[in-house]
């Protein structure tokens, strides 16, 4: 957004100095809200459950499209006259939708404030679907798509997730298909809107200047024209499809891309925190990773390899990825591959420990400088059911990990038998095996 203001009001201060408040609108619309008076902004991060695994089968792309399309028009205004009156107050407003949850942000000057939130309130309850709006974004995924088919990174995520989702939504595009894309008709997001769009499925997290009444106000605004709630839709709960195979899926590129998953923790499992630590040791940010010093510092292989933990609403992952030249895959996957195991036979150092723990917990309030950043953080914290208080539990969560739970969530989840790797390319010396 052209507003991306940085606000240092975290930056001296501790995260427990973070006060977060339950805001409940007259109409019953609930937010949590981080007030901030330094600067005159209110940022806005809305969340509705239920995303692109609800997509029917035949339009898989359909919550991203629908997505795309909320802000090209609205009410009585085209795309046009709508996006000129956001770019004319510095009124950030973008969709997204993933999996498990179509969301939006909204960024204003507070003196703006009313007027943007009337626009939210258009973009959400009376998008328009304009006949050349939908052409040009369904032009734009389109090639979208296209290049993602050339992009060995695109190929192997794609063929990743459909071996470990076989017969299951996160298995699908949720950008969808060059077939799935054109079969997408406006009564389909009409439909989606009506259907998915709901205050019952609604979470709201707040950043900035602004009272709790004052936002109350903003919320039913917003919202409150919003349908009571959506149509009934669930997604069923599954264990990805794993085992020890590498697969190769022939690119005709100088250097391939390689993507490995293993079992993760959902984001309520009591090793949530436990796996975190871990990863960081094992594959996370930081050039003392394991498989950055194995990888890259060592050998060479790889300008980067990591990992980082991918808990969905229904399922959960530790996902990787490195890139290298097709002459030095092979062995790069055996690094990999060794590198699980050595972690899941002997636990961790105690000074790998002890790093990792100072470095999670030192740099999660550099993450609470931006609003738009708190406001997605009690997003989160709300879809997670992580509770009011959790931004002064967290870092007490990180400090309590011992290499005692390091060692025994690592026996459970880096299980070599059930390390998946893909690989885009053309690399010497390696197919596929099962």
């Known amino acids: 957004g052209l507003l991306a203001a940085v606000v240092l009001l975290f930056a001296a201060t501790p995260a427990h100095a973070v006060d977060v408040v339950r805001v409940k609108s007259p109409g019953g619309i609930e937010a949590w809200l981080v007030r901030d008076t330094l600067n005159p902004i209110l940022s806005l991060r809305f969340v509705f459950r239920g995303g692109a695994a609800l997509d029917p089968a035949g339009k898989e792309g359909l919550a991203r499209m629908t997505a795309a399309l909320l802000d090209e028009g609205a009410g009585d205004m085209d795309a046009r006259t709508f996006r000129g009156a956001l770019e004319d107050r510095a009124i950030g407003l973008s969709f997204d939708?993933?999996?498990?949850?179509?969301?939006?942000?909204?960024?204003?000057?507070?003196?703006h404030k009313d007027t943007a939130v009337r626009l939210l309130a258009l973009a959400l309850s009376q998008p328009r679907f304009d006949g050349d709006a939908v052409q040009r974004v369904r032009s734009q995924i389109l090639a979208r798509i296209r290049r993602d088919s050339e992009n060995p990174d695109a190929i192997a995520q794609v063929r990743l997730f459909d071996?470990?989702?076989?017969r299951h939504p996160y298995g699908r595009r949720t950008r969808g298909t060059l077939e799935s894309v054109p079969a997408i008709g406006v009564e389909d997001m009409r439909g989606f809107v009506r259907g998915r769009l709901a205050r019952d499925s609604l979470i709201v997290g707040a950043a900035g200047d602004v009272t709790p009444d004052e936002l109350g106000r903003l919320l039913d605004a917003a919202f409150g024209s919003l349908p009571a709630r959506a149509t009934p839709a669930s997604v069923a709960d599954v264990v990805p499809t794993l085992s020890a195979r590498t697969i190769v899926v022939k690119t005709k590129v100088p250097q391939s891309a390689i993507a490995f998953a293993g079992p993760g923790l959902k984001r309520d499992d009591p090793d949530f925190y436990v796996a975190l630590v871990l990863n960081h040791i094992l594959g996370g940010s930081g050039f003392t990773a394991r498989l950055h010093e194995e990888i890259r510092e060592k050998r060479g292989l790889a300008y980067s390899a990591g990992t980082s933990l991918h808990p969905l609403r229904h399922s959960a992952l530790i996902i990787g990825g490195a890139g290298t030249a097709n002459a030095r895959v092979k062995e790069t996957v055996d690094v990999i591959r060794a590198e699980w195991k050595r972690m899941a036979d002997g636990g961790v150092r105690a000074e790998e420990l002890e790093d990792a723990k100072t470095y999670l917990t030192g740099?999660?309030?550099?993450?609470?400088?931006?609003?738009?950043?708190i406001a997605g953080i009690l997003a989160a914290m709300q879809q997670d059911d992580l509770g009011v208080d959790y931004l002064d539990r967290r870092n007490d969560h990180i400090r309590a990990v011992t290499a005692e739970s390091v060692a025994r969530v690592a026996r459970r989840l880096l299980d070599p038998a059930r390390l998946l790797v893909v690989v885009a390319g053309e690399p010497d010396g390696l197919a596929s095996a099962d």
């Open 97 to 111: 939708a993933s999996f498990d949850e179509v969301g939006g942000s909204l960024q204003t000057l507070t003196e």
């Open 363 to 373: 740099s999660f309030p550099l993450r609470l400088t931006a609003l738009g950043a």
């Open 163 to 166: 071996e470990l989702f076989p």
